[in-house]
């Protein structure tokens, strides 16, 4: 916009405000906010000609290249140099030995404009701790994914070998929790000592828990909002609708066989990174000397330190703190 057009259209505001009398209706009419049509009324009150109405400058009255002289620029270069600082080392530096005060911004800003490498941080490797159980079959986690209206899939998976056993059904329930672990138990090759879940309404039934009581099967659900405790399953169902659900018709009448079909793959064929490039079946097969037998975990399951778990968390650690002190 020139200066002409400036001044006519600014020009045209004041009038239609002086005519009016209300900030409010002028800027309504003029279709601009109210402190717009404030600030320039104020400078055409205070200076009545036409080319008070031309926009000013916004170029900052000081600028931080002015604040920093050759002198100054040539003196970081040489503590940059010499001493190998950082930007806020320099400046405690400066001010220090030099009385010279500036900003660790304004010196960051000099030094990119320097020609000098970046500085190498030092820092201490930390190794990388990968959590699993020692053996197939110490903890199986559970979960249910929700693929889209009227279609759960019920996931297992060993914490160990990450070998998984996943199913359609149409709802999440009980019956059907108990429906997929048996179905779970007849197709991993190794015995479940403990089932790990959320604390999701299908896994707390008594239907439920008292299937895994039966069977010798230790219940051990998670915190509340604590999904990274059942970060195994979770990660596989992200698998699963990566790899598996977004290259297929959802409506498919064969989708629970091409599931099945994606099971065994991911069993026996796909490489995992987590397992150094080996298959679940292959951890499964050398961990089976280790692995106990099922005869093994019943003898070990002690019903009388099992109980009925509350989906309430709190009730569920005053209820076991109540029993540990009438058992000391």
Same mark, same amino acid.
């Given at each position: 916009?020139?200066?002409?057009?400036?001044?006519?259209?600014?020009?045209?505001?004041?009038?239609?405000?002086?005519?009016?009398?209300?900030?409010?209706? /002028? /800027?309504?009419?003029?279709?601009?906010?109210?402190?717009?049509?404030?600030?320039?009324?104020?400078?055409?009150?205070?200076?009545?000609?036409?080319?008070?109405?031309?926009?000013?400058?916004? @170029?900052? !009255?000081?600028?931080?290249?002015?604040?920093?002289?050759?002198?100054?620029?040539?003196?970081?270069?040489?503590?940059?140099?010499?001493?190998? *600082?950082? $930007?806020?080392?320099?400046?405690?530096?400066?001010?220090?030995? !030099?009385?010279?005060?500036?900003?660790?911004?304004?010196?960051?800003?000099?030094?990119?404009?320097?020609?000098?490498?970046?500085?190498?941080?030092?820092?201490?490797? $930390?190794?990388?701790?990968?959590?699993?159980?020692?053996?197939?079959?110490?903890?199986?986690?559970?979960?249910?994914?929700?693929?889209?209206?009227?279609?759960?899939?019920? &996931?297992?998976?060993?914490?160990?070998?990450?070998?998984?056993?996943? #199913?359609? *059904? +149409?709802? @999440? &329930?009980?019956?059907? +929790?108990?429906?997929?672990? #048996?179905?779970?138990? +007849?197709?991993?090759?190794?015995?479940?000592?403990?089932?790990?879940?959320?604390?999701?309404?299908?896994?707390?039934?008594?239907?439920?828990?008292?299937?895994?009581?039966?069977?010798?099967?230790?219940?051990?659900?998670?915190?509340?909002?604590?999904? !990274?405790?059942?970060?195994?399953?979770?990660? &596989?169902?992200?698998?699963?609708?990566?790899?598996?659900?977004?290259?297929?018709?959802?409506?498919?009448?064969?989708?629970?066989?091409?599931?099945?079909?994606?099971?065994?793959? *991911?069993?026996?064929?796909?490489?995992?990174? +987590?397992?150094?490039?080996?298959?679940?079946?292959?951890?499964?097969?050398?961990?089976?000397?280790?692995?106990?037998?099922?005869?093994?975990?019943?003898?070990?399951?002690?019903?009388?330190?099992? !109980?009925?778990?509350?989906?309430? *968390?709190?009730?569920?650690?005053?209820?076991?703190?109540? @029993?540990?002190?009438?058992?000391?």
């Amino acid at each position: 916009m020139d200066s002409q057009h400036q001044i006519h259209t600014r020009m045209g505001w004041i009038k239609i405000y002086q005519s009016c009398g209300s900030i409010s209706v /002028a /800027a309504r009419r003029c279709g601009i906010g109210r402190s717009t049509l404030h600030r320039w009324v104020n400078r055409y009150r205070i200076d009545p000609r036409p080319e008070s109405l031309i926009e000013r400058s916004r @170029r900052p !009255h000081r600028l931080a290249r002015l604040k920093v002289t050759d002198e100054d620029e040539q003196l970081i270069y040489q503590v940059r140099v010499q001493r190998r *600082y950082g $930007k806020l080392r320099i400046a405690c530096y400066l001010l220090q030995y !030099h009385g010279l005060k500036l900003s660790p911004a304004t010196i960051g800003r000099v030094l990119r404009r320097l020609p000098l490498p970046p500085l190498k941080r030092f820092r201490k490797p $930390k190794a990388f701790k990968r959590y699993a159980r020692p053996i197939p079959g110490d903890r199986i986690q559970m979960d249910v994914c929700k693929i889209m209206n009227g279609m759960y899939q019920y &996931t297992a998976i060993d914490d160990c070998s990450r070998y998984k056993v996943v #199913k359609l *059904y +149409s709802r @999440r &329930t009980a019956a059907n +929790s108990v429906d997929f672990l #048996k179905y779970a138990i +007849s197709k991993m090759p190794f015995p479940f000592q403990r089932i790990q879940t959320d604390r999701g309404q299908e896994f707390f039934a008594y239907l439920f828990q008292d299937w895994l009581h039966d069977h010798h099967i230790k219940f051990r659900p998670i915190k509340p909002r604590s999904p !990274h405790l059942n970060g195994k399953v979770e990660r &596989t169902q992200q698998t699963d609708l990566q790899e598996f659900y977004a290259l297929q018709n959802l409506k498919d009448p064969s989708l629970s066989q091409l599931l099945a079909e994606w099971q065994t793959f *991911y069993n026996f064929q796909r490489p995992h990174s +987590s397992l150094k490039g080996k298959t679940p079946a292959d951890i499964v097969y050398e961990l089976l000397p280790l692995t106990p037998t099922w005869e093994e975990v019943f003898l070990r399951f002690d019903p009388a330190k099992e !109980h009925i778990r509350d989906q309430s *968390y709190y009730w569920d650690v005053q209820w076991a703190k109540q @029993r540990k002190q009438q058992n000391s």
